[in-house]
Structures are given as structure tokens and as C-alpha cells.
């Protein structure tokens, strides 16, 4: 195990799912600490997506009926190619088994694995032939009901849960574009052989954004706030960019400025959560890698001691998903667009011919008539579709008709620009990058060098000596502190040496220490986690401090009279 996850295991931030039964990949607990700190970059992700943005939240179930993802496409192409030793009988992700032996880049398709495993005689690690590859798809399948009951899926995504509440949303927001609608929840993929530990989970979260925009409107009116950041790019032929978000949309280099400005802002709340600019870039999928609804992507990379991994996807997914559910429910889920000033125009329309139709086609003569009157700017081999009939209608039965007519907006399937977050590796990744050592007193010291906002143990209080009058004190400190909604620790046991070693080694930004002074003058000292600098403070100020301290990247010597012990 790396020093760091040792660390997140001891001190209780992550553990392995089902320890007690030997653990199963894929799956891990959020151990107290590792909760705190998940949650916090929930609510920080909140702030960033739905609080500051046009965009509300909303929760669906995490089973989904079948239909959902044969629409979808994923009950269909949600795979990775598996190959199975015959020998030993283990079984591989393609892709990633001939990336680890011969370092090459294999197309996902049971055809491309087979020609690379005849090429390269690829055996398993055990020396066994491997079987024919075979696509796997990556859902899990369910049954909803006793008996027979009706198969549906764990979601291997959230964002389905809003599409296919889309109409209800549209409505909610008065059908006014563009609008965001996000949701955090659990996603599921039966990954074939999660070898990576934390990065690659059977079981995880996600918090997704969909932004429903125009097709022809792919802007933002607060993309000024992040045109003018620099950040780095790997565009889909592997050529870097150190570049301004605004020369990026400029020069095509991202299709527009609506995914642009997703990443700017993905990027401000990667580094307001941790994440080191300097080990965070984004790079576009290429052509054969997108997934089967976008049509360009950027993904959020982060460097971690596995290499350059991916934590956020952003896509342009068109109206693949609307559409797709539209022609699969029946339901329209286009919305009706006003334009700003009414346009005239010309149009041919089809006038049907009643006493010519009735003879012809019979009960079926008024449904094509209906059908008729609704189509616009026809040719004249017309082709209606009645009872699930296609019926081809000769230009006998009708005329057709120049009119002017004012038009006041649109029908339109608005676009989708997601961007979308694993939260398990963006939390583990803080981590990472947090985990630092330096030198306190000439004595190694671990500390993790978390955001304040986002430590899970945001103050400890520590009494100096374990006699009543000191815990007593430090209890009502600590009482005091929590009901200001601060999370603090109360810690007696060891001496304060090891105590603040403790603190620091977890991220807590502050220790309090109660000691002799405070008896004598009734204040209390301040310890800063990544200076080791002490202040003295009174005690009926220490609350503000605190809130102010922890809101913001103060000094702490801005506030008290600093102190050395
Ligand atoms: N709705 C789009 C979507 O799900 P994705 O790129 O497949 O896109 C988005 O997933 C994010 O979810 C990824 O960037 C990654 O952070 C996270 N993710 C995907 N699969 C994961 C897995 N097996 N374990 C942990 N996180 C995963």
C-alpha cells in the first residue's frame, strides 16, 4: 500500500468494502473523515453549479426501467471488450491488459483485440491462452417486482434521470432557455477488473450538470469571468496549448464558447477544492474514443501517483438524448421557442381535397386529411404515416398553396452541454495532492494541507493537561464552536506534540489550546496547521476568529498576539 493510502486507511478516511469477508474490488466505505471531506466537495460543488449558476437540483431513483437505456444506447453500447484466460480463468479489460504488456492503444472492438492478441502471441500473467474477446456491458442488471417482474438497470450514469424528466423541467422553468438541472447520486458500472484501487469503482458518485441550451446559442453571458484564464490543453492530436480560454474558442481549438466556459469554471472549482494547477489539464477525445452521444468532449485530467487520470468529462451531447427519447417514449420533448420580433414568411402549404380522399381511402380519408394540414413546405410526392400505415398521397387529392404567415418562435430540441464529476476520484485526488512532509522542531512531521472550508475536522481542542478544570474548560470551548456549526474535535489522550501531530497529519487548520494563561488572563491559543504559528486570542473573540479564519485564507497572525510555547 502507498505511504498515503496507509495513512487514509489508519486514520480513517477510506476503507475496503466487505473487509470482514476478504473485500471485493470495486467497492470501498467512506470511513468518518473520508465522509466529511466527500460531502463538504459535494457542497462546494453546489456552490459552484447550482447555487452560482442557472440551474436547479433535483434527485431521481438510482434503478431504471429498461426502456430508459434502450433509448439511451447504453443497453446497447455501454461495453468494454473482456478477454478470459482459459487457463486460470481470469478475465481482463482488453483496452487496459494490452496497455500494462505491450503499451499500445487497442480500439475497443472484439475485432482489433483479436488481431493485437494473434500479432503479439498476448498471453495472461499465468502463461494461459486467452478465449475469444467478447463485449461486456458494464450495467447491472436488476428485476423490479416478485415473479417475473420487469427487468431494469442499476444507472450507470444520473443524467438520465433528468432527460427523461426533461418535460417536467422545461415546464418548471417556463420554457425558458437556456436552464441547468444537476443532480448528485450514486452511479453503478460493473467495471470488469478494477485494478486501481480508489480511481476505478464499481459503485460511485457523480454530480452532473446538464445545461439545456439553443442548438444555435452555445454562449453564456458570464463567460468574461473566466475568457481570460490560462489553462492547459491537449487537443484531440495530442498537441498541448498554454492558452487563454478566449484564444482557445477563438482559433476552434474548443468548438464553442458554452463548453469553454465549463471548463473555466471546472478549472476554478478543481483548484478552489485542492487540486495543484500545475498537475491539472484538459484534454479532447479523440475522434474514435467519444462516447456514443457527444460530439466533442474535454476531459479534466489530474496527475496522481497513478498517472494523468480523468476526474471530470465534459460534453457537447447535442440532442442525442432528448431525441433519442422522444422517438423512443412518444413523448414530444421539443419546446416551443418565441422569437424576439414575429417573421413573415412565405410557405407552401396543403390544402386536402375531402371529396377526393373520402372515395379513396375510406375511415382512413380524415387522418390523412389531418396528417396533410399539418405538414409545411412539402415537395410533392407526399408520404403520411396513419395507424402505423405509411400511405403515399398522389397530388390529386390535394393542392398546394403559397401563403405568407407570421411566425412568433420556434419548435426546437435543445442542446446539452454536461459537464460531469466523479466525486470519488476528485476527493481522492485532494488528498494526494494535499499529503505533504516537512520538517517541525527537526522531526519529520505528515501533514495533509487540506482547503479550510473542506477539512472534515475543522478545529481541535486541545486541553493541555487531562486534569477536570482543563477538559471542563475545553468541553464548553468545543460545545461552544459546534453550536457555530464548526466541526471540532475534543482531544485529551498524549502529549500536545503528538496531539497536534495528529491534527496535522488529518488537516485540521486549527488547534486550540487551553493552558495556565488561560485560567489567568481567559484566553486560549490559536495554532495554525501549515506554519505552526501560535496566537493568543481571548476567549469570548475566538468564535469570529475562528469563522473568519476558516472562510478565508487569513494569516492567523492577523488576529492575536502571536505566541511561541
Ligand atoms: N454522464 C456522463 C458520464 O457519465 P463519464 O466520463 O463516463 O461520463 C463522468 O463519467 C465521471 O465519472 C468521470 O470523469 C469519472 O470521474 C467518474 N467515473 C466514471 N467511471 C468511474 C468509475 N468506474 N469509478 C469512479 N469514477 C468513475
Not at 417475473?148 to 418548471?172: H, N, W
Not at 493537561?465 to 477538559?471: A, H, Q
Amino acid at each position: 500500500m502507498s505511504e498515503i493510502m496507509e495513512m487514509l486507511v489508519r486514520r480513517g478516511f477510506i476503507w475496503q468494502s466487505f473487509e470482514i469477508y476478504g473485500g471485493m474490488a470495486g467497492f470501498i466505505d467512506y470511513a468518518p473523515l473520508g465522509n466529511g471531506l466527500r460531502r463538504k466537495v459535494e457542497t462546494l460543488w453546489r456552490e459552484f453549479f447550482v447555487i452560482n449558476e442557472r440551474s436547479v437540483e433535483i434527485d431521481t431513483p438510482t434503478v431504471g426501467i429498461e426502456e430508459v437505456f434502450i433509448a439511451s444506447g447504453h443497453a446497447d453500447g455501454f461495453t468494454d471488450v473482456a478477454i478470459e484466460c482459459s487457463g486460470c480463468g481470469r478475465v481482463f479489460r482488453a483496452d487496459h491488459y494490452v496497455k500494462e504488456k505491450l503499451n499500445l492503444e487497442v480500439d475497443p472492438t472484439v475485432e482489433a483485440v483479436k488481431n493485437v492478441i494473434q500479432e503479439f502471441n498476448l498471453k495472461c500473467e499465468c502463461g494461459g491462452d486467452f478465449r475469444n474477446p467478447e463485449h461486456f456491458n458494464l450495467m447491472f442488471v436488476t428485476k423490479i417486482g416478485p415473479g417475473r417482474g420487469k427487468k431494469g438497470y442499476l444507472r450507470p450514469e444520473t443524467a438520465q434521470g433528468i432527460f427523461i424528466a426533461f418535460k417536467r423541467l422545461s415546464d418548471y422553468f417556463r420554457n425558458k432557455l437556456p436552464f441547468g438541472v444537476a443532480q448528485i447520486g450514486r452511479a453503478y458500472r460493473n467495471e470488469i477488473s478494477p485494478r486501481q484501487g480508489v480511481i476505478r469503482l464499481r459503485e460511485f458518485n457523480q454530480a452532473e450538470l446538464e445545461f439545456f441550451c439553443h442548438p444555435g446559442e452555445k454562449r453564456h453571458p458570464e463567460f468574461y469571468k473566466y475568457a481570460d484564464d490560462v489553462i492547459t490543453l491537449v487537443d484531440k492530436f495530442d498537441k498541448e496549448h498554454r492558452i487563454t480560454l478566449k484564444e482557445a474558442v477563438e482559433k476552434g481549438i474548443i468548438a464553442h464558447e458554452l463548453l469553454a466556459y465549463f471548463v473555466g469554471k471546472t478549472r476554478r472549482f478543481l483548484l478552489a477544492a485542492g487540486i495543484k494547477d500545475e498537475k491539472l489539464r484538459f484534454r479532447q477525445h479523440k475522434d474514435d474514443e467519444r462516447a456514443h452521444y457527444a460530439v466533442d468532449c474535454w476531459d479534466a485530467e489530474v496527475l496522481l501517483s497513478y498517472g494523468w487520470i480523468e476526474v471530470v468529462g465534459i460534453a457537447d451531447r447535442s440532442d442525442y438524448d432528448l431525441s433519442r427519447h422522444t422517438q423512443f417514449s412518444r413523448e414530444d420533448l421539443s419546446i416551443f421557442v418565441p422569437f424576439e420580433e414575429p417573421v413573415k414568411v412565405r410557405k407552401r402549404k396543403v390544402v386536402p381535397d375531402l371529396s377526393k380522399l373520402g372515395p379513396a381511402f375510406k375511415d382512413k380519408a380524415k387522418k390523412i386529411a389531418e396528417e396533410l394540414e399539418r405538414l409545411e413546405d412539402v415537395g410533392n410526392d407526399i408520404t403520411v404515416v396513419v395507424d402505423d400505415e405509411e400511405i403515399t398521397v398522389s397530388p390529386e387529392y390535394y393542392e398546394i398553396k403559397e401563403v405568407e404567415e407570421e411566425i412568433h418562435g420556434e419548435r426546437l430540441i435543445p442542446h446539452v452541454i454536461e459537464p460531469s464529476f466523479g466525486l470519488d476520484r476528485i476527493t481522492y485526488a485532494i488528498l494526494e495532492h494535499a499529503f505533504d512532509t516537512d520538517t517541525v522542531d527537526g522531526e519529520e512531521r505528515k501533514v495533509l494541507r487540506l482547503k479550510r472550508k473542506l477539512a472534515p475536522v475543522q478545529v481541535a481542542v486541545l486541553p493541555l493537561l487531562s486534569r477536570d478544570v482543563f477538559v471542563d474548560e475545553a468541553e464548553k470551548i468545543a460545545s461552544e464552536l459546534r453550536e457555530h456549526g464548526i466541526y471540532t474535535e475534543l482531544d485529551v489522550t498524549g502529549s500536545i506534540g503528538r496531539r497536534y501531530r495528529r491534527y496535522d497529519e488529518i488537516g485540521t487548520p486549527f488547534c486550540i489550546t487551553i493552558d495556565h494563561q488561560t485560567f489567568e488572563d481567559e484566553t486560549v491559543t490559536i495554532r495554525d496547521r501549515d506554519t505552526t504559528t501560535q496566537v493568543r486570542v481571548g476567549k469570548t473573540e475566538l468564535v469570529e476568529v475562528l469563522v473568519e479564519l476558516l472562510n478565508s485564507e487569513k494569516s492567523i497572525t492577523e488576529f492575536g498576539e502571536i505566541f511561541r510555547s
